[in-house]
């Protein structure tokens, strides 16, 4: 089974700051991957997939993400942040032939932007 | 086109009874898939259903169930309610074609006391 390893669960940052979430997953085969973020009082939103071709996606709002193969990962980044950003974010996998297990999703981090 | 329904948004219900939630995914999408949201655990996949068949199951006792309907829309079953079931639970809607990309509802919260 695969599993999602989200490094950082709290994170504070001023606005403007460049943001960089860590997330490895673990699985032997080909895998499809997501940024999810959850607004407070809010359901989850996607911000970004990556299915197959340019590792680096563009998502929503600014974000992006790498898929580096060789690490396992698939960092999400934002060049500037700011406050309305504040939001828990989930990375999350599933297998690329479909099967068991649904969508995997890491603890996720919880992301504070002070004005 | 109309995101991700769920009904009801809040539940308060006391241990021992069950429950039952409901999702209506995007129009023409035809799988659901359900989440259990708490703090301590985060996100878990519960099941998945497509055309009326579940098609996969996350580690859950039985008395979680579900099942989904000609017209898409799911439910899920809770039986026999513990104090640990108290959660958001996601319901998750997708075409069920691969790649997949799930669209997720607002959820209900549901309290077990």
């Known amino acids: 089974a695969q599993s999602v390893s989200q490094h950082n669960h709290h994170v504070i940052l001023s606005e403007a700051a460049s943001l960089e979430l860590g997330c490895n997953y673990s699985y032997g085969g080909t895998v499809n991957l997501f940024w999810y973020v959850q607004y407070p009082g809010q359901h989850l939103q996607l911000l970004l997939k990556y299915f197959s071709g340019d590792p680096l996606v563009k998502g929503i709002k600014g974000f992006e993400a790498e898929f580096i193969k060789s690490k396992f990962s698939f960092n999400l980044r934002k060049p500037s942040v700011q406050w309305s950003d504040t939001a828990e974010y989930f990375c999350a996998v599933n297998p690329s032939g479909g099967g068991a297990d649904g969508l995997t999703f890491g603890k996720g981090t919880h992301l504070i932007i002070q004005p | ?113």
């Open chain 2, 1 to 113: 086109k109309a995101g991700v329904t769920q009904t009801p948004r809040y539940l308060i219900k006391t241990r021992g009874q069950q429950v039952t939630l409901s999702c209506s995914p995007i129009s023409g999408h035809r799988s659901v898939s359900w989440y259990q949201q708490t703090p301590g655990q985060g996100l878990q996949f519960l099941f998945e259903y497509f055309s009326e068949t579940q098609r996969n199951k996350g580690n859950f006792p039985g008395r979680f169930s579900g099942r989904q309907f000609s017209n898409s829309r799911s439910e899920m079953n809770v039986s026999t309610l513990e104090l640990g079931d108290s959660a958001l639970y996601l319901c998750a809607s997708s075409t069920g074609r691969h790649p997949r990309s799930y669209t997720f509802g607002s959820g209900t919260r549901l309290t077990v006391v």
